[in-house]
């Protein structure tokens, strides 16, 4: 059986985050909080999950905070998570038997992302992403915005899905004034 690290960038998530560390607990050998800002309780609520939680400075990259994360993991496997994700019993089952049968040969599970829903909370829009690397590899974060991991080595698709519920809008902004930053650094340096 693999073992994993469970690695989460974190800022003002105490509306979302206990629901997210509940189900993955069930699966992650560690849970690694980076903690990018939080003004409220998440770091106190993490805190009921792990001893693992660190300080990051955001430095408007996100690419940079979760490479931080990643290189706290000690366990064979990483996975990440966003505070307003959550895994659903079905998915959450067949996570539990992938863990148990996964060949250490993988160097990427590819997995289903639920980003949108119906009235009837039915997944209206899927896209693969990877969520689980082999931390032997050291795969690297990159893109300061809508960050990702390149797939590279040997990769497998999973039908395991990954629902991101949130509960409230993102600052509708801050990518804007990220992108902007990069725009400036780019016609400045």
Request: charged letters at 30%.
């Amino acid at each position: 059986m693999i073992t994993i690290s469970l690695c989460m960038i974190v800022k003002n998530e105490e509306d979302v985050i206990e629901r997210c560390l509940k189900c993955a607990k069930e699966i992650a050998d560690e849970i690694i909080i980076v903690d990018t800002g939080s003004t409220d309780s998440t770091v106190e609520i993490a805190s009921r999950y792990t001893n693992q939680i660190y300080y990051f400075d955001w430095v408007d990259d996100f690419s940079k905070a979760r490479n931080y994360s990643f290189s706290k993991a000690t366990k064979d496997y990483i996975m990440w998570l966003d505070a307003d994700d959550i895994i659903l019993e079905k998915d959450l089952m067949q996570f539990k038997l992938l863990k148990n049968t996964l060949e250490p040969s993988i160097d990427m599970v590819m997995m289903k992302y639920n980003v949108a829903f119906d009235e009837n909370n039915n997944p209206t829009l899927t896209y693969y992403r990877e969520r689980l690397v082999s931390r032997k590899k050291n795969h690297q974060w990159i893109s300061p915005i809508h960050e990702v991991i390149s797939p590279s080595g040997n990769i497998i698709y999973s039908d395991i899905a990954i629902s991101h519920k949130k509960l409230h809008p993102s600052d509708k902004f801050r990518n804007l004034k990220i992108f902007n930053k990069m725009i400036r650094r780019r016609y400045t340096a």
